[in-house]
């Protein structure tokens, strides 16, 4: 983990605020609270912050929350798959053992965020800012990392197969024990990038080489 990660600064006994979550109006504000083992669905609201809180065993569906603000929030075993987070400003908050499927964090910004044994295939990070961010034993086959800027970004013991990370610059980025066969990336990125032996020759492919 980032030697400098903040963890979520979570007070504790939280008040329960689940009743509250059903229905979201743009700009609403919580804090200080959990949310536990309910469906949110069909919310449609912009700008929602959400500062302190706890949210355990919760399914969001068929919502756009664009323009979130998440700042020292817990996410576990939680479902956000397919919501529509773009634009959010993302701070001390941890994603555990999450479902994140499809999750467009298009244009987010990502400071001080940990996401742990998360399944985040197809999850959409395009044009996203990450400042000390570690991903850890997360599935993120298929994602799109197109064009967004890693700062103090770690990643260990991904599947990271068929990712799209074009125009991203890899600099210093370890992903060494990450698994993929193949992902799409353009050449000048990946100068500074660290690797395995064993992944050099999926690399060397995109340089048009044939290693025997």
Known sequence: MNNKLELPKIPLNLPDRSQQM???????????GSVNDITIDNQDATKVSFEKVVFTNVTIMESSLPEIELTDVIFDRCDLSN???TGSFIHRVAFRDCKLIGTDFSRSRF????????LAD???FRFAKFKHVDIEGCSLISSDFYQSQLQKFVITECNIDQALLSGTKLAGIDLSDCQFDGITIDIEDLNGCIISQSQAA??????GLVIK
């Open 22 to 32: 059903h229905t979201l109006q743009s700009r609403d504000e919580f804090s200080m």
């Open 83 to 85: 919501i529509n987070f």
């Open 111 to 118: 400071q001080h965020v940990h996401f742990n044994n998360c």
């Open 122 to 124: 197809y999850s959409l």
């Open 202 to 207: 999926s690399f060397a492919a995109l340089l």
